[in-house]
């Protein structure tokens, strides 16, 4: 008699999230039919703030509730490879095995065919478990203007030909992402109306906004954390926007701290609200800016970079401005800082909090700005990006656009605009190639002579 063929093994999807809006993407991405049936589905929760022990992670938010539907059981990452933070751990390579074993076994996965989800793949937690699990088929999602960008760093091919989709949210129709396209990975666009019925399950959800409707509505940004901005210029920013609010003749104004800003910022706010003589108030709930979007409905969205400002009027038709992405494209550093798309598509797209009428800050070019300063940021991933990249400068490289480049970085890359156009022959030049590394040699040498001899001290 013939042995019988071995039962299928069962088909579980884990699904990565470290914030509710990254956990509102997938369960859009799972409504709109983008993942293939399985037998278990599983959301990942990582808590990827500073202190995890004093904030709430995201199966802890108001709506969540409405969400946790969409998936048969919810697991934590911080629990699994507790006391190590999720943003800082990675797997040894000889230990990754072990760690696949152990993590079957906490899951209950037992010998089933594991298929992953993740965001950010370039850093932990997501890279750390794409290690740890080298044999699943990969797709990674995005629910920020960070997509469109190029990859951060060189990843391992292994894991980078592991993708098979970038599932990302339509937030600049007809631009392109940048992310993982050096593997051939495709991007697939989310469908933007099953995304706001989802957000509209987490809006019902959420509880009462103390706060008016048709009001300005200010978004903080917590900068100072990442080491861009100083807190002093972190508060002038917010106060910035204030100002610009009132400016356009706004008297009832909505301030969204970030979630993990110091109350300080919102007081320092509520001292030149009252010098200007307008409305103030501080929406403390922890709920998204979407959220207050569908109940307050604002006359105004501003802020500095942040997506939501995209989804304003990409999602919801409200008019949205930025201010301070002069200093912040000014102050990004290096220059293959990963924030630098997202500041300077929403430079690009939307109007200017100060401008005028007239100046609605769009560009009609921006799969060509991207290129070029994709390939500025990240020349040895996507060095066919060069001749997009020498177009654009060539022929849009108007002081408006300059602002996306350092003449430092163009000269390094012997990029057009480094130098005036006049003396553009120059850096092709033999000779002065030759001169210059004389002169810099030289300059090191003297250098070298005119520090001071070390002391030797004995004891």
């Not at 992953?116 to 629910?143: H, T």
């Not at 949205?320 to 200093?327: E, K, M, P």
């Not at 100060?354 to 290129?371: F, K, M, R, T, V």
Request: charged residues 20%; positive net charge; aromatic residues 6%.
């Amino acid at each position: 008699m013939p042995a019988l063929p071995p039962p299928p093994r069962r088909r579980t999807q884990i699904f990565l999230a470290s914030t509710l809006y990254g956990a509102a993407t997938l369960a859009a991405a799972l409504d709109a039919g983008c993942f293939t049936p399985a037998d278990r589905r599983l959301l990942l929760v990582a808590n990827t703030a500073a202190v995890p022990e004093t904030t709430p992670a995201l199966d802890e938010a108001p709506g969540f509730e409405r969400l946790r539907t969409r998936f048969d059981g919810v697991l934590s990452w911080n629990e699994a490879v507790r006391p190590f933070h999720p943003s800082g751990w990675s797997p040894r390579p000889d230990d990754a095995p072990l760690w696949e074993r152990h993590l079957r076994l906490l899951w209950g996965l037992g010998d089933d065919d594991v298929s992953l989800a993740v965001e950010s793949l370039q850093v932990s937690p997501a890279l750390a478990i794409v290690q740890c699990f080298p044999d699943a088929p990969l797709d990674l999602y995005a629910d920020g203007l960070m997509s469109y960008g190029p990859t951060r760093n060189k990843l391992d091919p292994l894991i980078g030909t592991r993708v098979g989709r970038l599932l990302h949210l339509d937030l600049v129709p007809g631009l392109r992402p940048l992310l993982l396209s050096e593997f051939g990975v495709a991007p697939e666009i989310v469908p933007t109306e099953v995304f706001t019925k989802v957000l509209a399950e987490l809006a019902d959800a959420a509880p009462a906004l103390d706060a008016p409707e048709g009001a300005a509505l200010l978004l903080g940004q917590y900068l100072s954390a990442l080491d861009i901005l100083t807190p002093e210029e972190e508060e002038r920013l917010h106060v910035r926007m204030l100002r610009g609010a009132a400016g356009r003749g706004h008297r009832e104004l909505v301030f969204k701290p970030h979630p993990a800003a110091p109350a300080r910022w919102s007081r320092m706010l509520e001292e030149e609200a009252g010098r200007l003589g307008v409305g103030l108030t501080v929406l403390d709930a922890p709920v998204l800016a979407e959220v207050a979007y569908q109940r307050l409905r604002p006359a105004l969205v501003a802020g500095c970079f942040s997506t939501a400002l995209v989804t304003a009027t990409a999602f919801y038709g409200l008019p949205a401005a930025h201010t301070g992405t002069d200093l912040l494209l000014e102050r990004l550093s290096p220059y293959q800082n990963s924030n630098r798309v997202p500041v300077t598509l929403v430079d690009a797209t939307l109007p200017p909090l100060e401008a005028s009428p007239a100046d609605n800050g769009e560009q009609a070019d921006l799969n060509d700005l991207l290129a070029a300063v994709g390939f500025a940021m990240q020349p040895q991933i996507y060095p066919g990006l060069r001749t997009a990249a020498e177009r654009y400068l060539t022929t849009h490289l108007t002081p408006r656009t300059r602002r996306y480049f350092k003449r430092r970085r163009l000269t390094a890359l012997a990029l057009p605009g480094a130098i005036p156009s006049q003396l553009s022959f120059l850096p092709r030049n033999p000779t002065v190639r030759r001169v210059a590394r004389r002169a810099r040699a030289l300059q090191r040498r003297l250098t070298k002579a005119k520090a001071p001899a070390k002391t030797k001290v004995t004891t």
